[in-house]
């Protein structure tokens, strides 16, 4: 199996910015990305609030939903993987924002004719989780498809880290806006229209993708799957990525849930000021994406990594130990969510550039399939479990817990590999 020294010569110069401004099937798919992720904003924090606000639903119940939204990545990102890397990405992603909005404008509809119910809600939950498994393996090896080149890697994770953090900073707002004014299940035809938009893009594209590659003997989709697992587990770069990724999105996933058990609950916050402080602390997020390219060009892309992720996993230590007025508990809480974002922000665009520039073409869907497994795997995980930490414990006990748990996760990216690196892998 061949692996990437991590002290190779750098894929290109980190932060070289520009050619994808004349690549208009880049810009008209990062276009349709854009709306959608808006959208799916409001889908993020209206989905939980319709089951706390509109079912009085219990934190194992709140945790149990993000479980089912997230755990399809467990069961399926794998085989979604294998198979993606059989097929023309672009239809893929078509199929699936197809299903995602027709799922998601069924709660809107379902609520007006007064037939959701929790366990509608949870089942709608789980399928709109299936095909975000299945769009999201398919997206992030198509983009190499749109980019071309590889010394341009950087640039485009770039733009689409920076938007990203674009509606992270404003989406909870807007969010909360809407779920104030029409209702959280109503609000959710915004995300609806929004996957309206991005197929529009999507059929727009008309890149020609690389036929995959004729297997050269009857092909076994268990024998496809372990492919991309030995790959991943087996290289120098991409083991420790794999092995850190779960741990952060358990982290960011329980802290997010439980401070909306708490935020809601204990402090009695109203859903306008729970967007607030997500869209408030998102802006952390949007400067790290922004700074991310002319960081990776000072500094060496260990250091960047090194120091983004003890931001992801200390920033959290902030909101179980917050006391005071109101003015100062939400300073607080911006604080702490403003830390982990900008961290988050940085250290994706360096993740995701790690992985294109270490992964063969023909191996892109899998690769990606096994940390969607990973990462959203854990993060499942930190749904359910805060969920249940909660209604065992108290929600400020189970948060001061996780809160501790992560920071010393701090120990482990300080003795990962991926933190000694001092450029960018030699692409494959």
Request: with cysteine; aromatic share 8%.
């Amino acid at each position: 199996m061949t692996t990437t020294t991590p002290t190779t010569a750098a894929v290109s110069t980190p932060g070289a910015t520009g050619e994808l401004w004349r690549n208009r099937e880049f810009l008209t798919f990062w276009f349709g990305e854009t709306l959608s992720l808006l959208g799916t904003q409001v889908t993020t924090l209206a989905l939980p609030l319709t089951a706390v606000i509109a079912f009085h639903a219990s934190p194992a119940q709140v945790g149990l939903l993000r479980f089912l939204q997230l755990v399809p990545y467990l069961g399926l990102a794998l085989v979604f993987g294998a198979l993606v890397d059989r097929m023309r990405r672009r239809r893929v992603m078509i199929a699936a924002n197809a299903a995602r909005m027709v799922l998601i404008g069924l709660i809107p509809l379902l609520a007006a004719t007064h037939l959701l119910t929790i366990g509608l809600l949870l089942g709608l939950a789980c399928a709109i989780g299936i095909f975000s498994v299945l769009f999201d393996v398919s997206w992030m090896s198509f983009v190499p498809t749109l980019v071309k080149d590889k010394a341009h890697y950087v640039e485009a994770n770039q733009k689409l880290g920076v938007t990203s953090s674009t509606t992270d900073v404003a989406g909870p707002g807007i969010a909360g806006a809407l779920i104030g004014a029409l209702t959280a299940p109503i609000s959710l035809v915004v995300d609806s229209t929004s996957y309206l938009v991005s197929l529009a893009t999507l059929l727009l594209i008309r890149t020609p993708e690389t036929p995959p590659a004729p297997a050269a003997e009857k092909r076994h989709l268990g024998g496809e799957i372990a492919e991309g697992l030995r790959f991943v587990l087996g290289h120098r770069v991409l083991r420790p990525l794999a092995l850190v990724g779960p741990f952060c999105n358990f982290s960011m996933i329980s802290v997010w849930t439980l401070f909306l058990l708490y935020a809601v609950r204990d402090e009695g916050l109203p859903a306008g000021l729970v967007g607030l402080v997500f869209s408030a602390s998102s802006i952390g997020g949007l400067v790290g994406a922004a700074l991310s390219g002319a960081l990776l060009k000072r500094f060496r892309t260990g250091a960047v990594y090194a120091v983004s992720m003890t931001l992801v996993f200390a920033g959290p230590l902030l909101i179980p130990f917050a006391a005071g007025s109101r003015p100062v508990l939400l300073a607080f809480f911006v604080a702490a969510f403003f830390l982990s974002y900008l961290g988050l922000g940085v250290a994706n665009v360096v993740m995701v550039s790690l992985r294109q520039a270490s992964t063969p073409q023909a191996l892109m869907g899998r690769m990606n399939a096994a940390f969607r497994t990973l990462l959203f795997g854990g993060g499942s995980l930190g749904g359910l479990i805060g969920g249940y930490l909660a209604g065992g414990l108290g929600t400020h006990t189970a948060l001061t817990g996780i809160a501790i748990g992560s920071a010393l996760m701090v120990l482990a990216v300080a003795a990962s590999p991926v933190s000694r690196l001092k450029a960018m892998p030699a692409a494959q």
